[in-house]
């Protein structure tokens, strides 16, 4: 990958009230895919739903790198990089549920959260097609000379589609502030990285474009806070776009409906060990703080999410007659 040295300072160490507050949002979303997962069982969830239980430590890092006037782009597997992007859980809920007070007042489900309000973008349902848009966010920022980042959350199946090498080519060339962040979680789909694609680190792809990459672990969520941040006052410089890939694993099958059982034995039980909750609550009562208070953090992350389910589910339904509303046609 390209030899540069980062002409920007590393940001502080993290305090541990920031890691804390980390946590509380890792534990939000954890328990809303944890609600989402039971709402699908249910029959409540049109449409499939793509979960990231283990994955929070990417979204969570990345997104507290970054300020709200910032863009976020994520995949079908996007609740929590919209969340971590600052979405209340009680719309997002209400969005998945079909519901008129949802982010997108019921008409995008699962697979299409979009909260313009924080700066999300959308999450969307082709892979690899968020990518050309995520230059358009990011070309208009540009011309118009303000000094946002984009951030381009995508998974390693992505780096085979051709908008992939598409994007990053045009960035690059524009010197766009877009930083694409490969979640790479080893399937694509039901496929395992090597089945797919002939190198192991994706991020040696950014060298075909004459941009950073760099492979980092995604589930120490200060590490890619760390990252992102070097990247984005990189990028606001005007340096240009970065390829990230984070490591990290989902816990769960592909969608719903998948059992996941094409993985190898004691794969997921290693990865567990590796959780990213888990290794940020270890880290924080290493810093010196009690147990008990991890346990009531846990306990108020719980009760919040169960309070936004209970007030999405009490909402209406969207009246029949705006379907045609926010529509091109």
Known sequence: MPKENLTVANPPAATPEEQFDWLHTMLQIRYFEDECHRMFAQGLVRGSTHLCQGQEGVVVGACRAVG?????????????????????LDRAFAEILGKANGLCAGKGGSMHL???????????????GHLPIALGVAFEAQYNER??????????GSTNIGAFHEALNMA????????????????????PLATTTPIERLAQRADSYGM??????????????RTVSDYAARARAGAGPVLVEALTYRQKGHSRSDPAKYRPTGEL???????????????????????GHLDDLRATAEQEVMDALERARGWPDPNPERLEEDVYA
Request: hydrophobic content about 40%; some cysteine; aromatic content about 10%.
């Open 68 to 88: 709200i006037d910032d863009k976020v782009l994520c995949t079908y597997r996007g609740h929590g990089a919209v969340i971590a992007k600052g979405a209340p």
């Open 114 to 128: 979009t909260d313009m309000a924080v700066g999300a973008v959308g999450s969307f349902a082709i892979v690899g």
């Open 147 to 156: 000094q946002e980042v984009t951030l381009c959350f995508f998974g390693d």
């Open 172 to 191: 690059s060339v524009w010197k766009l502030p877009v930083i694409f962040i490969c979640e790479n979680n080893l399937y694509g789909e039901y496929s």
């Open 212 to 225: 950073p990459g760099v492979t980092i672990d995604g589930n120490d969520v200060e590490g890619v806070w």
């Open 269 to 291: 039980e290693a990865w567990l060990e590796r959780d990213p909750i888990r290794l940020l609550e270890t880290k924080l009562e290493h810093l010196g703080l009690e147990r």
